[in-house]
């Protein structure tokens, strides 16, 4: 059987999502409470990676667990799995659904599409209460000049130049990996949510390379200051080279929002 969790968390304190011997990860936290609830530490799929520092409300795990034996059917208590991981884990690490999943279910590998979110606060002053999920930015910015540039990364693309390029793995033969940056992207929007200086930048697609959404926001908000411009997004797509671009927005604005599979949950 699989188990899939819904899980949302504060990414502040962890260095990252996926297991890292040494250090804090959200994965690295759950596997140690798992393994004493099921007497052994399950193999976690995410559904996607967050770096140090990204949020997360709707991420997506997910693992096998044995089907009980006639000589011992108890059934896996998935209320009791989700009561005792949020009790040990809460408020930085909540597991909001638990449920069984088929056979064949990945967190990743079914997954269909994912939707992020990053919040700028733009205004002169900061306010500390915003300080572990907003980019504060004090220079004005314009929100119609980087929702019109937001536009021109709908579809697909070679982003490259918006990526962090990981070393090629190695293939049984010995020859190395192709890695490829295309992604498609299905929509793009920036809007005001709460005070009319918090923007919320949305983007969905069907997948995203490592520091996409952020190189992309970083650039959006040097179109929204004047640094750049929208006309020149297709030059910087064609350039496939990180140079080209803007440094990334930094991690803390970021938020994992939902995962999207074809069974529409």
């Known amino acids: 059987m699989n188990v ?3 899980i949302a968390y504060d990414g502040t304190d962890f260095r990252g999502l996926a297991p890292n011997p040494g250090v804090r990860t959200v994965v690295g936290e759950l596997e140690r409470v798992l393994e004493p609830l099921l007497g052994y530490a399950p193999e976690i799929v995410m559904s996607g ?3 140090a520092g990204v949020h997360a409300t709707g991420q997506v ?4 667990v044995a089907e009980p034996t006639e000589t011992e059917a108890k059934p896996l208590d998935l209320e009791r799995m989700q009561k005792s991981i949020n009790a040990q884990l809460g408020p930085e690490i909540v597991v909001k659904e638990a449920a069984l999943a088929g056979d064949d279910f990945s967190a990743r590998f079914s997954a269909s599409g994912r939707r992020y979110h990053y919040h700028i606060l733009n205004r002169s002053v900061p306010d500390p209460l915003l300080a572990r999920t907003a980019w504060w930015v004090p220079q004005p910015l314009s ?24 070393k090629p793995a190695t293939k049984p033969d010995g020859t190395l990996s192709v890695i490829t940056m295309n992604r498609r992207v299905t929509g793009a929007r920036w809007s005001t949510i709460a005070e009319p200086d918090l923007f919320r930048f949305e983007i969905e697609g069907t997948a995203f390379c490592h520091q996409m959404v952020r190189s992309i926001v970083g650039f959006l908000a040097a179109v929204g200051s004047g640094k750049r411009s929208s ?13 080209a ?7 803390h604005g970021l938020v994992l929002w ?8």
């Open 258 to 265: 939902k995962v999207d599979y074809p069974d529409g949950n």
């Open 49 to 51: 990676r967050t770096d």
């Open 245 to 251: 671009a803007e440094q990334p927005a930094p991690p």
């Open 61 to 64: 795990l997910s693992f096998s």
């Open 143 to 166: 929100l119609e000049a980087m929702e019109e540039a937001a536009a021109h990364f709908i579809g697909e693309h070679d982003f490259s130049s918006f990526c962090r390029r990981p």
């Open 4 to 6: 899939r969790l819904l």
């Open 231 to 243: 006309s020149e997004i297709s030059e910087v797509l064609e350039a496939k080279d990180r140079q």
